[in-house]
């Protein structure tokens, strides 16, 4: 049964879950879809002498793994960038995804590389995540990062962070993270939990879905 905080919809063919954690979940192949996790953000920011919070790789893991129990997901798709950069690397950083990983080792994990990844590398092979190269098909979905269109597939990416922002005046606004769905590319909003907005422009038959205090809220007519 859906949970009462999630948004149903169907792309190609199939069920979507969106939920308010910023993933969406495949329910017919207990598949959950993560973009721009962007595991190591703030070390690759420390190492450059930017004063940024530390444990938003742990705070981001622990989502995954409340998600993970919540549905009973088997498999686990990042749709791109799931380390922010070479610098991710680090030991530090390392161990906690390794703990991770080892608490939920039945777990299969598959990587669409984006253009972080590109940067970082692909995860080191003792973590088991196997990564591929866009689109890796499932069903009639093109499971991507770029949100480019591979017709005749319904495509969903990540990468653009997408964001809406509701309200009146600049100092009277609030800026929500988003699931934005056109008629054959669905944009996921970014999992990670240091990672910013960019406020879309959505078409009049786009349909756009707000994360917000534990819940997934349809905007209807409301278009940025």
Not at 40 to 46: E, M
Not at 70 to 77: D, H, N, S, W
Not at 94 to 119: I, P, S
Not at 198 to 204: E, F, G, L, M, Y
Request: contains cysteine.
């Amino acid at each position: 049964m859906i949970p009462n905080d999630t948004a149903l919809i169907s792309v190609g063919g199939q069920p979507l879950w969106l939920l308010p954690e910023k993933a969406a979940f495949l329910p017919e192949t207990s598949t959950l879809l993560v973009a721009d996790a962007h595991i190591g953000k703030g070390l690759s920011f420390r190492k450059l002498g930017v004063p940024v919070p530390h444990g938003t790789t742990a705070e981001t893991l622990g989502v995954l793994s409340a998600l993970v129990d919540r549905l009973g997901a088997k498999r686990i798709v990042f749709l791109g960038d799931f380390l922010h950069s070479a610098r991710s690397h680090g030991p530090t950083t390392m161990d906690t995804v390794a703990r991770w990983r080892g608490a939920h080792a039945a777990l299969e994990l598959t990587l669409v590389r984006g253009n972080h990844d590109d940067h970082a590398g692909d995860p080191p092979a003792h973590l088991g995540i196997h990564a591929v190269d866009e689109p890796l098909m499932h069903g009639e979905l093109a499971l991507c990062h770029h949100p480019i269109a591979h017709p005749p597939a319904y495509v969903l990416a990540g990468h653009l962070h997408p964001g809406v922002s509701l309200g009146g005046r600049a100092n009277d606004h609030l800026r929500l993270p988003c699931f934005w769905f056109g008629a054959n590319l669905g944009v996921l909003p970014a999992f990670g939990a240091f990672t910013g907005l960019h406020t879309i422009r959505a078409a009049a038959d786009d349909r756009v879905f707000a994360a917000s205090d534990g819940r997934v809220i349809e905007l209807g007519a409301t278009k940025p």
